[in-house]
């Protein structure tokens, strides 16, 4: 049985990593590469780094930030923020990052996923996606509309409708960070989640709304993830990642042990 990853995220601001509730009211929470190497050291299984700046300022991911992760853990991780191009997506590759991480580009131009996993194969590809629950069905059959630029424009794309177009088009994994569930630590959005990962033939991440333990053995078994993002629950101490892992082992849910 393939084991469930747990991937720490790290959203970055001007050179140091912050956190806080739908893109809002941010604080300060350390040094990208120091908690890179702790983590890695830690046992978590991949990283993921978000520059959420990078595009409202007009360029591209910190390459520097990228390489010196790349130098400081043993473990793969991917980036996004601030990708723009085919060019972009090289020059994470070539620093050191094994994913990169396309959202709002991809929503305003799907060739960017079709190009990118011709050139660098899909297992480079993620689709970032930021769904929001609406009521209005006739026109959003799954129940969730894609939003874009940090939730702050919606689309009228249908959530489920999107992801298994971009799995046509090549990505190779989709993560499905829920806007109602962002930051709020109260658990992942179950209903969301299980309909991509039971809809797609890619691994599916689920993002937005861990608080503890039992939200990741949830989203794992009822929500069939194949791999969950954290952030506030390790960033803050409250958890290790191996509390996280023995707890989810005792659960029942496959991880896997580096210790």
Same mark, same amino acid.
């Given at each position: ?23 809002? *009211? *941010? ?39 990228? +390489? ?25 590759? @070539? ?7 396309? *959202?709002?580009?991809?929503? @305003? ?17 993620? @689709? ?56 709020? +630590?109260?658990?992942?959005?179950? *209903? @969301? ?6 809809? %797609? ?32 629950? %390790?960033? !803050?101490?409250?958890? !290790? ?19």
């Amino acid at each position: 049985m393939l084991t469930k990853r747990i991937i720490p995220c790290k959203d970055v601001r001007g050179g140091r990593v912050t956190k806080g509730v739908r893109f809002q *009211n *941010n604080v300060d929470l350390g040094d990208p590469v120091a908690m890179a190497a702790a983590y890695s050291s830690g046992g978590c299984d991949e990283l993921v780094f978000y520059d959420i700046t990078a595009s409202a300022e007009g360029r591209g991911i910190d390459l520097g930030m990228v +390489r010196a992760v790349a130098g400081a853990v043993n473990i793969p991780f991917a980036v996004g923020g601030g990708i723009s191009s085919l060019a972009d997506i090289s020059a994470a590759l @070539l620093a050191g990052a094994e994913k990169v991480s396309v *959202n709002s580009l991809a929503v @305003l131009d799907p060739s960017i996923i079709s190009e990118g996993a011709k050139a660098f194969g899909s297992q480079c590809i993620v @689709l970032g996606m930021d769904p929001v629950k609406v009521d209005d069905t006739a026109r959003f059959p799954s129940g969730y509309e894609i939003t874009i630029r940090g939730f702050r424009e919606r689309t009228g794309i249908d959530a489920l409708e999107w992801a298994l177009r971009a799995e046509a088009l090549g990505a190779g994994e989709i993560v499905v960070n829920s806007v109602d569930a962002d930051g709020g +630590r109260s658990g992942f959005e179950l *209903n @969301l989640t299980r309909l991509v990962s039971t809809s %797609v033939g890619v691994p599916v991440v689920a993002s937005g709304g861990a608080g503890t333990p039992r939200h990741l053995a949830e989203v794992f078994t009822a929500g069939r993830a194949d791999a969950a993002i954290v952030a506030s629950m %390790v960033h !803050t101490g409250q958890y !290790t990642i191996r509390q996280i892992k023995e707890s989810l082992r005792e659960a029942g849910v496959p991880v896997r042990m580096k210790w």
